[in-house]
C-alpha cells in the first residue's frame, strides 16, 4: 500500500477497507476501524514530512493549512520548526490541556474583574490603579504554573482583610 504512511497507518488503512468491503461489518466494528485510521493518521510523521516538503517547495502556510483542513495558525503551531521546537509547543500544550479548566476560588484577593464590580469601574481602570501605585496587587502562581493577578482594594498585598 502507501510508499510515505507509517507502518501502523497503513495497517489501519488496510484494516479499514476490509471493513469497508464487509457489508455485513457492525457499526461498532466501523467505528472502531475509522477511529484507529483518525488516530494512526493524526500520529503518522507524513503529515510533518508533507507540510515541510510543501514549504519547501514554496507553498504558503495559508496553502498548507487549507490542504490539511486548518486555519494558516494551526498548520504552523503543528508543523513549523526544527522537530525540537514542534515537539516543545506540543508538550506545552499538552500541559496546558492537563490543568483544570476553573479558576481556583481559594484565592486572595479579587480578580481584577471582581475588584472593577466592586469598585464600579472597568478592568481597564484597575491596571491604571495597580500601575499607578493607588491600588495594591500581587501575582499568585499555583504549582500547576497557573499565574493570576489578585487585587487588594484592602491595600494588604499579603491578603489578610484590613479593617
Known amino acids: 500500500m502507501g ?5 501502523a497507518t497503513a495497517e489501519a488503512l488496510t484494516e479499514l477497507a476490509a471493513v469497508d468491503a464487509d457489508v455485513g461489518s457492525a457499526p461498532l466494528v466501523r467505528l472502531r476501524a475509522l477511529r484507529r485510521l483518525q488516530a494512526a493518521l493524526d500520529a503518522d510523521p507524513a503529515a510533518l514530512a508533507s507540510a515541510r516538503a510543501a514549504e519547501t517547495a514554496g507553498a504558503g502556510w495559508s496553502d498548507i493549512a487549507e490542504a490539511a483542513g486548518l486555519g494558516p495558525a494551526a498548520a504552523k503551531w503543528r ?12 508538550d506545552a500544550g499538552r500541559k496546558r490541556a492537563a490543568r483544570p479548566s476553573s479558576v ?13 464590580a466592586q469598585l464600579g469601574v472597568t478592568a481597564q481602570a484597575i491596571y491604571l490603579k495597580v500601575s499607578r501605585g493607588t491600588l495594591a496587587s500581587r501575582t499568585v502562581e499555583l504549582a500547576d504554573g497557573r499565574k493570576y493577578k489578585r487585587v487588594f482594594p484592602s491595600g494588604d498585598p499579603d491578603g489578610a482583610a484590613s479593617p
Open 3 to 7: 510508499h510515505f504512511l507509517s507502518p
Open 79 to 90: 508543523w513549523q520548526g526544527t522537530d525540537d521546537e514542534i515537539a516543545s509547543r506540543h
Open 104 to 116: 481556583p476560588t481559594d484565592l486572595p484577593g479579587l480578580s481584577v474583574a471582581e475588584a472593577a
